[in-house]
């Protein structure tokens, strides 16, 4: 079985906010996010409320009590206790993974997830199979089948990959969501980002309509932690919101292409909206076991 991420605590199991920081690659200049590097960055990070990073450096996060989640890239099964091992001794509290390139036969698909899942226990790290494009998870058939097979897999959800590349609002979304309930009680880690039915990465309000898709799939997701959830674990949530092909840009009254939203900003908002989401898993959870007794 693959672990929870834990704190040691005694505590209620709780929403962890972390940041991803490719969140903060190559920002325009007129972002709002901190202009600082090195300490005086992480210091920042955690002033804004973060409790941790994704792809950080250890020593830093260390010095400013956060927490430092890591990352990789499994394709072969063999590969899979090397990576890992080396991972853990680097000093990260857990991992999120693409697996392979999606064009894997179902036996291929599950020795990898094999392999993930021994090497989760062999090195007691947990590692979280994201749902992304190009990878065995790029399709949510093929991925509730996996779960079926292999009920003991945990997920980071990206959601915006099934939400754009499937084009999820076409056809009837509370069908889709109970659809993929099996993956959505198994989500351990979240990457945040929002997408609609055309971009995978859009600038986004919290009335936007899309957005209550979105909201709705990370609820589940948070009550399917929740209903397994021990004292002191907790469920990261990492807002990745990338520059390059991800982010849009738009002309400028000048003639520039820019950014059309300031990711910072974007990233404390869905921050914002993850942890009402988490209130309202919460209260499903209580109201589930109220009818129970």
């Known amino acids: 079985m693959i672990k929870n991420v834990n704190d040691g605590s005694s505590d209620k199991p709780k929403l962890r906010k972390l940041l991803n920081l490719g969140t903060l690659a190559a920002l325009p200049e007129w972002s709002t996010a901190p202009k600082a590097k090195g300490l005086e960055l992480y210091q920042a990070i955690r002033e804004a409320g973060y409790e941790g990073v994704q792809g950080g450096n250890i020593d830093l996060c260390h010095e400013t009590n956060l927490t430092c989640s890591g990352s990789f890239r499994l394709n072969e099964a063999n590969e899979a206790d090397q990576i890992v091992a080396q991972k853990k001794e680097q000093g990260y509290?857990?991992?999120?993974?693409?697996?392979?390139?999606?064009?894997?036969?179902?036996?291929?698909?599950?020795?990898?997830?094999?392999?993930?899942?021994?090497?989760?226990?062999?090195?007691?790290?947990?590692?979280?199979?994201?749902?992304?494009?190009?990878?065995?998870?790029?399709?949510?058939?093929?991925?509730?089948?996996?779960?079926?097979?292999?009920?003991?897999?945990?997920?980071?959800g990206d959601f915006s990959h099934w939400y754009t590349g499937q084009e999820m609002p076409y056809g009837n979304m509370t069908d889709k969501l109970n659809f993929l309930n099996p993956v959505f009680d198994r989500v351990r880690f979240f990457h945040g980002r929002i997408g609609n039915s055309s971009h995978m990465q859009i600038k986004f309000n919290n009335q936007d309509d899309f957005v209550q898709d979105f909201k709705e799939m990370w609820t589940r997701s948070m009550h399917g932690f929740l209903k397994s959830a021990q004292p002191g674990d907790v469920l990261p949530f990492a807002p990745e919101l990338l520059a390059n092909n991800y982010a849009r840009k738009f002309p400028n009254a000048n003639g520039e292409m820019c950014e059309e939203s300031d990711r910072w900003q974007q990233a404390l908002l869905m921050t914002q909206i993850a942890q009402s989401c988490f209130e309202e898993a919460v209260q499903r959870h209580q109201n589930e076991s109220t009818k129970s007794l």
């Open 93 to 156: 509290d857990c991992l999120t993974c693409h697996v392979a390139w999606g064009m894997e036969d179902d036996s291929k698909i599950d020795d990898l997830i094999n392999a993930i899942i021994i090497a989760s226990e062999n090195n007691n790290i947990p590692l979280y199979i994201e749902t992304h494009r190009a990878t065995i998870t790029q399709d949510t058939y093929r991925t509730v089948q996996m779960v079926r097979r292999n009920p003991n897999i945990r997920f980071n």
